[in-house]
């Protein structure tokens, strides 16, 4: 058990490029969540996949960003055209259906100049 | 939709001593799950312990332990023997049960915890 991973740890961005993170999930967890840290703040919850099936999003969630969980294993966060808003601790976490604990990967700093 | 609340923005406390810090939530749930997590500074989310609604005993690891009053909505997190390395920002969560709706986990601001030597 080698826990959550996320790369990269910190991303430096110009506003209105694309970016994309990457998270591993603890391996034999099936659900994986993506959250969004402000500094100062608790995370907020964006999105959730079920094995590869993405099953809830926040209203948080902007239609220039969109995740993946191609193969129920890892996931990505892509964001488009990032906005200084969108500078921000983006947040993996993975848990089982049951116990639902979610452990916390490091996160990806996203700075957007 | 379920709010989380954490009063104290910030709590110092002197090493060995006993600290408790204080969340309450709203919601319309009967089922539901609260965690508390720790964010040492510039370090990842890690969990300190959870405690599931429909259980009376209130959870304890080690030196962590919840006071968990389900009719009032509080739930309290005590450490015991409080050591320098519990420094942290201190996170209260809730989780639904069941599915239908958003399935992830809503925070309280938190609470900064100092532990001075």
């Known amino acids: 058990d080698t826990g959550v991973s996320q790369d990269p740890r910190h991303k430096i961005t110009k506003r209105g490029q694309n970016v994309t993170f990457r998270c591993d999930p603890i391996?034999?967890?099936?659900?994986l969540y993506w959250y969004r840290q402000t500094l100062g703040q608790g995370p907020e919850f964006l999105t959730y996949?079920?094995?590869?099936?993405?099953?809830?999003k926040s209203r948080l969630l902007s239609d220039r960003f969109s995740a993946e969980r191609p193969k129920g294993s890892f996931s990505t966060l892509e964001i488009q055209r990032t906005e200084q808003g969108d500078s921000a601790m983006y947040l993996c976490?993975?848990?089982?259906?049951?116990?639902?604990?979610?452990?916390f990967g490091p996160g990806t700093r996203l700075t957007v100049l | 939709a379920q709010t989380v609340t954490q009063s104290q923005p910030e709590m110092s406390v002197q090493e060995a001593e006993t600290v408790t810090l204080s969340c309450t939530y709203d919601?319309?749930?009967?089922?539901?799950?609260l965690f508390w997590y720790k964010q040492p500074p510039s370090r990842q989310m890690i969990l300190v312990i959870r405690?599931?609604?429909?259980?009376?005993q209130n959870a304890t690891e080690n030196r962590f332990s919840v006071n968990f009053q389900k009719a009032a909505k509080s739930f309290s997190l005590k450490i015991s023997d409080s050591q320098l390395g519990d420094t942290a920002m201190y996170f209260c969560?809730?989780?639904?049960?069941?599915?239908?709706?958003?399935?992830?986990?809503?925070f309280g601001k938190g609470t900064h915890l100092i532990i001075q030597p």
């Open positions: 976490a993975s848990s089982l259906v049951f116990p639902r604990a979610q452990y």
């Open positions: 391996s034999e967890h099936n659900r």
């Open positions: 919601t319309s749930e009967s089922n539901y799950y």
């Open positions: 996949f079920q094995n590869e099936a993405q099953l809830e």
């Open positions: 969560a809730f989780m639904k049960q069941e599915g239908g709706g958003a399935d992830g986990l809503t």
């Open positions: 405690q599931e609604a429909y259980k009376q």
